[in-house]
């Protein structure tokens, strides 16, 4: 008998519970709030010639029958400009690689070689400034000093002494890994005369 009473109780107490209303909107409001929205980007779609599907830039209005009285918190006129603005789905690892690929098109001529197509023709080194005269392939000469970019991997002239130049050029394996190696191009010795 008390187990009875008991859950007598309790069912009187949850349908209690259940015929409490509340003061927000129901779910049938937000439906036809939507419904009203839809219609209402419809109507201004079809109204505007040239325009595709979905394209109406026009602040939102209020809906008919919008539960809270507005969109969402939405301002009334307010449209989004976004020119000076970052694309925020936009990778910024993907911006990096293509200013290193736009970097990479902008070469200089020494770049476009394997140090072993180049040769060391001269060499001025007692000076506070040491140079260097360097030809390509086709015979044409360019004066290289310390710093200077040479050959396809990403070389540096890191010395110029009495008859060579170090370049130290940069090699990515297929793992992703750099190494570095220091190269010596020395000036050929012409026998004979």
């Not at 925020?88 to 293509?98: D, K, N, V, W």
Request: hydrophobic share 35%; with cysteine.
């Amino acid at each position: 008998m008390k187990i009875v009473y008991a859950a007598l109780s309790l069912a009187l107490i949850a349908v209690a519970g259940c015929k409490e209303q509340s003061d927000g909107p129901s779910a049938a409001d937000y439906a036809q709030g939507r419904e009203a929205l839809k219609e209402r980007v419809a109507k201004d779609n079809k109204g505007a010639p040239g325009k595709p599907a979905g394209a109406a830039k026009a602040a939102p209005q209020q809906a008919a029958n919008a539960p809270s009285g507005d969109l969402g918190g939405i301002e009334a006129g307010y449209s989004y400009d976004e020119t000076g603005k970052r694309d925020p789905f936009r990778s910024f690892l993907m911006e990096r690689a293509e200013r290193l690929a736009l970097e990479a098109q902008v070469r200089g001529p020494l770049e476009q070689f394997d140090l072993s197509q180049l040769s060391l023709e001269g060499v001025v080194w007692q000076t506070g400034n040491a140079r260097a005269l360097v030809a390509d392939p086709s015979g044409e000469t360019y004066i290289i000093a310390e710093g200077a970019r040479i050959g396809k991997n990403d070389g540096r002239v890191i010395s110029i002494e009495d008859n060579m130049v170090r370049v130290k050029e940069t090699y990515v394996d297929y793992l992703g890994r750099e190494t570095t190696k220091d190269i010596e191009m020395r000036m050929r010795r012409n026998e004979g005369g």
